[in-house]
């Protein structure tokens, strides 16, 4: 983090954010284009994600329904534009959820799987897992896994792309190189090609430990308390 990120360009963060990915993918022995910057833009208006489509970016992150909903109208027509849902999904807004997005990451119980797929619109799923902190209050614990993973495959409309975390906060990028590791792990486990984990501060350590698809707000967009 740079003192003058608060007023850095949203090109300039862009460049940064990319510079990062690059050098972590590099350092990793991995290509650049298996690494997907996801745009998380929970909390800004639609014109942020704009600018960001203008500048080359297709995937989108949000965190709410609700929100994404009055969001949709300005951005979903944006061409080639994919947007991944990444908070919690309650089941009673799974319809809405799969009308509006294109990717589900926080997929964690068999219940909430079929409640999708009933909505007849094809997806693609990824399901949160729960790594052991307590502080966690969603993600499906890895010994419920092998029933979650049968259960999205023997379901229409769903195609299992793989698993999304979230370690506990902190600072130091280290700390979640353990999870990183163990969400990798079990990945490999079940067979599963993709992995979103890695947010702002932890990227890097996230794409040393095989991470798929980073989720990046802060440092593209700069602080949500601004908005
Ligand atoms: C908000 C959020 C992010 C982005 O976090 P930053 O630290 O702003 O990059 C990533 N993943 C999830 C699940 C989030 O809720």
């Known amino acids: 983090m740079t003192a003058n990120l608060v007023s850095a360009t949203f090109a300039e963060r862009l460049e940064a954010v990319e510079s990062r990915i690059a050098a972590a993918c590099a350092r990793s022995g991995r290509p650049r284009s298996s690494v997907l910057l996801l745009a998380v833009t929970k909390v800004f208006p639609p014109a942020v994600i704009e600018d960001a489509w203008n500048a080359g970016l297709r995937d989108f992150g949000e965190n709410y329904v609700q929100e994404f909903e009055s969001k949709a109208p300005s951005v979903a027509a944006l061409p080639g534009a994919r ?5 919690h999904l309650q089941s009673n807004k799974s319809r809405r959820a799969a009308e509006l997005f294109q990717v589900i990451q926080t997929v964690d119980t068999p219940k909430l799987a079929r409640r999708l797929a009933e909505s007849g619109i094809p997806l693609d799923i990824m399901i949160e897992v729960k790594l052991s902190h307590e502080d966690a209050k969603y993600g499906c614990p890895p010994a419920a896994l092998p029933e979650l993973i049968d259960s999205i495959r023997s379901l229409p409309n769903l195609a299992l792309r793989g698993l999304m975390t979230m370690p506990p906060w902190s600072d130091d990028p280290e700390h979640s190189r353990p999870f990183f ?3 990798r792990a079990l990945a490999e486990r079940h067979h599963l090609d993709g992995l979103s984990m890695g947010m702002s501060h932890d990227l890097e350590t996230a794409i ?9 707000g802060t440092a593209l967009f700069g602080s949500r308390k601004q908005v």
């Not at 947007?83 to 908070?87: C, Q, S, T, V």
């Not at 040393?208 to 990046?216: H, L, M, N, Q, S």
Request: charge should be negative; proline fraction near 0%; charged fraction near 30%.
């Open 208 to 216: 040393e430990e095989g991470a798929t698809i980073v989720r990046i």
């Open 181 to 183: 590791r163990e969400a």
């Open 83 to 87: 947007f991944h849902l990444i908070g």
